[in-house]
């Protein structure tokens, strides 16, 4: 969603391939699936291809479509701008069905610094739509399903997500991102206009990993957002075994800032032997 690659029409008709062939040879299963899943790098992919292809053109014709088939692709600059909105409210990470070359694809284009986290189905060796995917990702992230938010392009991946207790949102397009995210209380106000001040948000900071994520559960069920959980070192702490475990609220259910609640929050944090704290 924050890169898109176009047609395949222009490679394909300049080295007399049918229409379409690129995308059957790249993305045949028996092909992509290992390169997706880390089972073979990148460019083994890619020679693959190559082979393919040229069981109906010369090698170099092959050669020379797919090295020009193998662009980045480019930014979409307004899935871009609703990330860069959405990050002032929670954490943002990717989870992308990639090759081995996903790294050096992102620091190119610019998107490594867009996030907070990248999960690539290479390095977690599942892609999507699996459920087994999205398990893998949330270890990798210590992120709880009930308080993580996922949006695909592609429905049998929001689905993928819903099936392990995540709120998968099919989003084709940008607009549709948008309305999701505004709708769970993720965006600040228009581009360049940020709503959200530090002193609006509360963290609910307690000891154990189960406790936060059963607590943050609760809360995003109620209309708290965005119940987010993750492991913090707090002011003063500089030992990575003595971090807590937080759960970020911004917003109250009737929409008001978090902090308006912060009585309440208070006596709910000490019933789970924990405090609250800003984010100052």
Not at 62 to 83: I, K, M, N
Request: charge should be negative.
């Amino acid at each position: 969603m924050l890169r898109r690659f176009g047609p395949d029409d222009a490679i394909e008709d300049a080295h007399g391939l049918p229409r379409g062939a690129l995308a059957r040879a790249g993305f045949a299963p028996d092909l992509l699936g290992p390169a997706i899943t880390g089972a073979v790098p990148d460019e083994v992919w890619r020679a693959r291809v190559v082979h393919r292809l040229a069981l109906d053109v010369d090698r170099a014709t092959a050669e020379a479509a797919v090295a020009r088939w193998s662009r980045p692709g480019e930014v979409v600059t307004e899935a871009v701008d609703l990330v860069r909105r959405a990050r002032t409210r929670c954490r943002v990470a990717l989870l992308t069905n990639a090759t081995s070359r996903l790294p050096d694809d992102l620091r190119l284009l610019g998107l490594d610094q867009e996030v907070d986290a990248v999960v690539s189905s290479a390095r977690i060796g599942v892609a999507k739509p699996s459920p087994e995917a999205f398990r893998r990702a949330l270890r990798v992230l210590q992120h709880s399903p009930a308080a993580t938010v996922f949006c695909d392009d592609k429905a049998e991946n929001a689905s993928g997500a819903r099936a392990i207790g995540v709120d998968g949102v099919h989003t084709p397009t940008t607009a549709s991102l948008r309305e999701a995210l505004e709708a769970r209380g993720l965006l600040d106000g228009p581009t360049g206009t940020a709503t959200t001040d530090v002193a609006d948000e509360v963290l609910l900071v307690l000891p154990e990993r189960d406790a936060a994520e059963d607590l943050a559960a609760r809360l995003a069920a109620d209309g708290w957002a965005p119940a987010a959980v993750h492991r913090e070192l707090l002011a003063g702490e500089d030992d990575g075994e003595a971090a807590d475990w937080v759960v970020e609220l911004v917003t109250a259910p009737d929409g008001r800032p978090a902090s308006t609640r912060r009585a309440w929050l208070d006596a709910l944090a000490d019933e789970h032997e924990g405090f609250t704290s800003d984010n100052g």
